[in-house]
């Protein structure tokens, strides 16, 4: 599994600045996604950015007084070089669906347009001109995990991803717990089904989470707690990352997304499989020739092929498969073992 964060995404368009013509007068970003590097560049290069309604209505947004300049400030008439961005590109729809538009909006004006996309499966793609970063599928973003069909393959947590985590006084395993679990603050909000919630939370706490997740619209397959007595027992058995790591193996997810840093390491390594911890945007990875990793990444075969929208007769995707569980030095010796270069 492939993620990017905001922060990766940021990195890209600094290493790759290079790529982009250094005579650029304007920053279009294709909404939505698309606005985001959109405002990054336009801050980066002290630039005048818009949308694409924007450019064709030859308007730009406002520039804070920290960033008016001559190339903030010029004139619409005197803006000939344009480039467009998106976030990422894989098909290419969206972005020929914008060169048809502006082929039709824009008859008649004098521009010359650049298109880009931060993200791509490949280091080209022949719908840009620029692609900054080769990211393949599987793969998901920071900015739209919570909104992506990926989730439905995913074991979550709860507190710390769903809701903010209850303090220390509303955690007293009584009354003033069931009042934080039946009000907790929402903090990610899916708009699509979620694969298996996994929480360390008790059993006996089933309703009340049930009645919250059903209050914000939550969807998911099962719900997954900890089967203990009291708050007690549990710091006792200390086992909320090998719960979580064993209900992960058992449904056989693409990912699991945890709160913690540190269970987010523990499930990583008890599980043999990626973990994506929303704390610190880091996604924890078993070693790769593990026997456990290589047993899960097996399992899993059939989902992730789907998800690399490729046929499994693709030998290319054969050869990542293997790449991705067993590592590239032990890819390495397997190819000259069979007598390949």
């Not at 007769?313 to 054969?318: D, E, G, I, L, R």
Request: charged fraction near 25%.
């Amino acid at each position: 599994m492939n993620y990017r964060s905001l922060a990766d995404m940021y990195d890209a368009l600094t290493m790759g600045l290079g790529k982009l013509p250094d005579d650029i007068d304007l920053v279009v970003g294709i909404p939505r996604s698309g606005l985001i590097p959109a405002n990054f560049l336009c801050l980066m290069l002290n630039l005048p950015m818009t949308d694409i309604e924007g450019l064709i209505e030859r308007r730009v947004l406002a520039a804070g007084r920290t960033r008016r300049g001559e190339a903030v400030n010029k004139q619409f008439d005197d803006m000939k070089n344009i480039l467009i961005i998106d976030d990422s590109v894989f098909h290419g729809n969206s972005v020929r669906a914008v060169k048809q538009r502006l082929e039709s909006e824009l008859s008649g004006r004098d521009y010359k347009i650049t298109y880009c996309a931060v993200f791509g499966p490949k280091a080209e793609h022949p719908d840009v001109d620029v692609v900054f970063e080769a990211v393949p599928q599987p793969r998901v973003f920071q900015w739209n995990l919570f909104h992506h069909g990926l989730l439905q393959d995913c074991c979550v947590d709860i507190d710390g991803v769903l809701c903010l985590d209850p303090t220390p006084e509303q955690n007293d395993d009584g009354e003033k717990y069931r009042e934080f679990l039946l009000n907790a603050v929402p903090l990610n909000r899916p708009t699509k089904p979620i694969g298996h919630l996994v929480t360390s939370r008790l059993e006996k706490y089933r309703p009340e989470t049930e009645a919250w997740l059903k209050k914000w619209g939550i969807e998911y397959k099962s719900l997954n707690m900890l089967d203990l007595p009291t708050k007690e027992a549990r710091q006792k058995a200390n086992a909320h990352g090998s719960f979580k790591a064993e209900v992960y193996r058992q449904k056989s997810s693409m990912l699991f997304i945890e709160s913690e840093h540190g269970q987010a390491e523990d499930i990583a390594r008890l599980s043999g499989m990626p973990v994506l911890c929303v704390e610190s945007q880091h996604v924890f990875t078993p070693n790769k020739g593990d026997l456990i990793a290589i047993k899960q990444s097996v399992k899993s075969l059939p989902r992730r092929i789907v998800l690399m929208k490729t046929p499994i007769s693709n030998k290319q995707s054969m050869k990542n498969f293997l790449r991705s569980i067993v590592g590239e030095r032990r890819y390495a010796w397997m190819k000259k073992a069979a007598g390949r270069s």
